[in-house]
């Protein structure tokens, strides 16, 4: 991760703010036939503090060795009701880390592979993030529509909220 301004910290931090309760993210990867294809998945992180995102997922459904063949990916996750929306490019492999599947599998895991750590069926991907961008609206909804109504009216595009890019080496 990038930290050598402040500024690039705070953005880091308000990253996590904005998706550490959004329980789902829409993974995006290719297909070998070159098409893109979504997943909605559980995020597992407790913080961002190693720029990774971490998600069990099930052998059967492919999704793992599609993921080692073709690893860039992107995490899209939105609440419409707070305006907030965030858009995550990373590197996604396959991992076998013991250690961090324990500290992350927890009971709704479970639902989804009963037989826990040691399940045939348990894969958990680890997406290493490059880029980040999100918008998050703080206006209230009425205000968002006199701010569109007068940029009709003048040309001018409204400024509604923030919008950032955090960047991750």
Do not use: C
């Not at 500024?7 to 996590?16: A, G, M, N, P, V």
């Not at 492919?62 to 990916?73: D, F, K, S, W, Y």
């Amino acid at each position: 991760m990038s930290t050598s301004t402040v500024s690039e910290r705070l953005d880091f931090k308000h990253l996590w703010t904005l998706i550490k309760d959004m329980r789902f993210g829409m993974l995006t990867h290719r297909y070998p036939d070159g098409s893109l294809r979504s997943h909605p998945l559980t995020t597992q992180n407790k913080s961002l503090d190693e720029g990774m995102l971490y998600f069990f997922v099930s052998k059967a459904t492919g999704l793992g060795q599609r993921l080692q063949a073709e690893g860039e990916v992107n995490v899209a996750y939105s609440d419409p009701h707070k305006d907030h929306y965030v858009s995550i490019a990373g590197r996604a492999t396959v991992s076998h880390d013991r250690a961090k599947q324990e500290r992350l599998f927890n009971a709704m895991t479970k639902a989804w592979f009963p037989k826990g750590l040691d399940d045939p069926n348990l894969e958990f991907v680890e997406i290493k993030i490059t880029h980040a961008e999100f918008w998050d609206v703080k206006e209230s909804k009425t205000t968002q529509l006199v701010k569109m109504a007068s940029a009709a009216l003048t040309g001018t595009p409204p400024e509604m909220g923030e919008h950032r890019e955090v960047h991750f080496s």
